[in-house]
């Protein structure tokens, strides 16, 4: 069964100050890790997508990280709107293309 | 606008009762998708139809039943409703059904809430 492990569960930052968000991974065969923002009341939007070890993906202040066993997201001089719940997601190789999703980490960032 | 439409937004209803959510996949996307998000469970994946013929099946109660139609759009019936099944329930849409590497599209959601 796959699993997504997020840590922190939560984490307050001022804004400026950098920090990364863990996620820890359980697949059989890794067909993509996805990053997703999701707003309070509001639907997941789609971040990044990452495929093989090695690899990363940079959007404005975010960068994503893909080790065999975990991806970070780092956050660079994060502002207040960067304020938001953080998800992380697998897709198996093994089955359909749907996707298993961590608990989340909820970032709030003050000015 | 993410493209996917998700009906009603709120829905307020009492135990015992049946509701059904609406969801409109963005245009092109054959797949479509049923999350339910509740505040210690995470997004916890229901089940996947893909051009109108159920895909997967994840943990979905028997209580609770989806159909694909065939315009695409998608319903999720809930019944003999329990205070438990309040949370926030996403449909999302891909335009691939098996072996594809690409993300969903999230809808903004129906917040159900059981009385």
């Known amino acids: 069964e796959d699993q997504v492990t997020q840590s922190p569960e939560a984490l307050r930052l001022q804004e400026g100050e950098s920090s990364s968000l863990n996620c820890s991974y359980t697949v059989s065969g890794l067909r993509g890790l996805f990053w997703y923002r999701q707003d309070p009341g509001k639907g997941p939007e789609f971040l990044f997508t990452l495929y093989s070890a090695g690899e990363e993906k940079e959007k404005e202040r975010l960068k994503a990280t893909l080790t065999k066993k975990e991806s970070f997201l780092h956050i660079t001089a994060p502002k207040p709107e960067d304020s938001a719940t953080y998800l992380c997601?697998?897709?198996?190789?093994?089955?359909?293309?749907?996707?298993?999703f961590g608990k989340g980490t909820m970032l709030l960032v003050s000015p | 606008d993410s493209g996917v439409t998700q009906t009603p937004k709120h829905l307020i209803t009492a135990t015992g009762q049946r509701v059904t959510l609406r969801c409109s996949p963005r245009?092109?996307?054959?797949?479509v998708y049923w999350y339910q998000q509740s505040l210690d469970q995470g997004l916890q994946f229901l089940i996947q139809y893909y051009n109108g013929e159920e895909r997967a099946k994840g943990n979905i109660l028997e209580r609770f039943s989806a159909q694909q139609f065939p315009d695409l759009h998608s319903e999720l019936n809930l019944s003999s409703l329990e205070l438990g099944d309040s949370a926030l329930y996403f449909c999302a849409s891909s335009v691939e059904g098996a072996g594809g590497r690409i993300g969903y599209t999230f809808g903004s959601g129906t917040r159900l809430t059981v009385v």
């Open positions: 997601a697998v897709q198996s190789d093994s089955g359909y293309s749907t996707l298993t």
């Open positions: 245009s092109g996307d054959l797949s």
